[in-house]
Structures are given as C-alpha cells and as structure tokens.
C-alpha cells in the first residue's frame, strides 16, 4: 500500500534562483500538503552521508559539492500515493527529458541542476525526512 508521505528538497540551484514561492506553489497545486520544511545549509559531511548511496558513483564528489554549496529547502509532504504522486510533479531527472508542467522542465537548468529531489519509495521518503527532521518536527 502507498504511503501518504514524501520528502523532497529544493536544491541550491532553485533556492539561488528565488524560485523557493514558485515550487511550493506548485506542491500545494499539486494536492500536497507541507507537513514540515526548514530552509538549511548542507555542511559537505552531511551531504556526503545523505548522498551515500552514490559514494561509489563517479559523480558523488560533483554532487556533494554541489549541495553543500548554497542553501536548500528540505520538506515533508502529504497527500494519498505521495511518493508516486510527487515523482509524477516533479519530472523526469533530466529536465530536456521532463513532461511540460513539471517543476523540472520549468525550473531546471541541466540534469546536475534539476531544481528539487524527491523521495523515490516510501521507504526512502521516511529515512529522507528523518535525516533533516526530528520526531518533534513531524507534524
């Protein structure tokens, strides 16, 4: 069964861009519910440790740097079928490949800069939230 949680974040590309009003808008358009969000600094250590699972990647060290270079807006969601829903919002990684109306194909600058992360499973979207927000702040 779908959960009714997700966790996304907008990326520093995105938050740079001022374009933090226009993406929530979209999110709350699309159904969503904002359970939680706090604007933060990732330090390159805990980008690091969220982007593990690349570690072996050659990109990781790009990435890393990347999202420990400028402010993001980390958020939990609501909505019924959130995780499936959020990926359908948000489009395809890279941009050129995103359906119109996305928050990617609008906001996106190339496949490095794809303006928000979002969970990919239930099981993911729970350890995602949990890693910028404590019990307390789960609304």
């Given at each position: 069964?779908?959960?009714?949680?997700?966790?996304?974040?907008?990326?520093?590309?995105?938050?740079?861009?001022?374009?933090?009003?226009?993406?929530t808008k979209m999110i709350e358009e699309g159904g969503f519910r904002i359970v939680s969000m706090k604007m933060t600094k990732l330090s390159e250590?805990?980008?690091?440790?969220?982007?593990?699972?690349?570690?072996?990647?050659?990109?990781?060290?790009?990435?890393?740097?990347?999202?420990?270079?400028?402010?993001?807006?980390?958020?939990?969601?609501?909505?019924?079928?959130?995780?499936?829903?959020?990926?359908?919002?948000?489009?395809?990684?890279?941009?050129?490949?995103?359906?119109?109306?996305?928050?990617?194909?609008?906001?996106?600058?190339?496949?490095?800069?794809?303006?928000?992360?979002?969970?990919?499973?239930?099981?993911?979207?729970?350890?995602?939230?949990?890693?910028?927000?404590?019990?307390?702040?789960?609304?």
């Amino acid at each position: 069964m779908a959960g009714n949680r997700t966790f996304t974040m907008i990326k520093p590309d995105a938050v740079g861009e001022n374009n933090i009003g226009a993406i929530t808008k979209m999110i709350e358009e699309g159904g969503f519910r904002i359970v939680s969000m706090k604007m933060t600094k990732l330090s390159e250590e805990r980008a690091g440790q969220f982007y593990a699972v690349h570690k072996e990647r050659p990109f990781y060290k790009d990435l890393v740097a990347y999202m420990s270079g400028g402010n993001i807006v980390a958020m939990i969601l609501e909505k019924d079928n959130a995780v499936e829903d959020f990926r359908k919002l948000i489009g395809a990684t890279n941009p050129a490949d995103a359906e119109e109306g996305t928050i990617r194909k609008i906001f996106a600058t190339s496949i490095e800069a794809n303006a928000v992360h979002g969970s990919d499973s239930d099981e993911n979207a729970q350890i995602e939230g949990g890693f910028f927000f404590a019990d307390i702040e789960k609304f």
